[in-house]
């Protein structure tokens, strides 16, 4: 799991993330997972209300480091919008490329960046954008 630094630092990387979109980003530190990680993280997703957001532009980074899975899910307004193919796989592989050296940390918080930068294209700020989601990450148990 990650310790207080470390969550602050993924914390402030969704922050900044978030700068430039109207899009929300929510990343969940599971402690074991023992499904399917794509499977864990919609349920997640769903139980966090991600669905909820106005334009449905909600990406969930689910990793559960110890058992060495992890998954992204973008709800439907981003996934309508996806130009290109395997883009979540591509993200994935170089997340999980950073955690395969150790680099929990650097791997999400490189996610959160490329993320962000689809957010950003996809869903760019807009005036009065409220943040509908907190930026904390979630702990799951």
């Known amino acids: 799991m990650l310790n207080k630094e470390e969550l602050r630092t993924v914390s402030a990387t969704i922050r900044d993330a978030e ?67 395997g883009f979540w796989d591509e993200v994935l592989e170089e997340m999980l490329s950073y955690f395969r050296e150790g680099q929990i940390v650097e791997g999400i918080c490189r996610a959160v960046g490329r993320v962000g930068q689809l957010l950003t294209m996809r ?16 702990i799951d148990e």
Request: aromatic share 6%; net charge negative.
């Open 19 to 85: 700068a430039r979109t109207s899009g929300e980003i929510r990343v969940c530190v599971a402690r074991r997972c023992k499904a399917d990680p794509l499977e864990a993280a919609y349920q997640k997703f769903v139980q966090l209300g991600m669905e909820e957001t106005r334009l449905r532009n909600g990406v969930l980074i689910y990793v559960a480091p110890a058992d060495h899975k992890a998954a992204i899910y973008g709800d439907r307004g981003i996934e309508e919008s996806l130009e290109k193919p």
């Open 123 to 138: 869903y760019p700020i807009v005036e009065n954008d409220v943040n509908e989601l907190s930026n904390e990450v979630v």
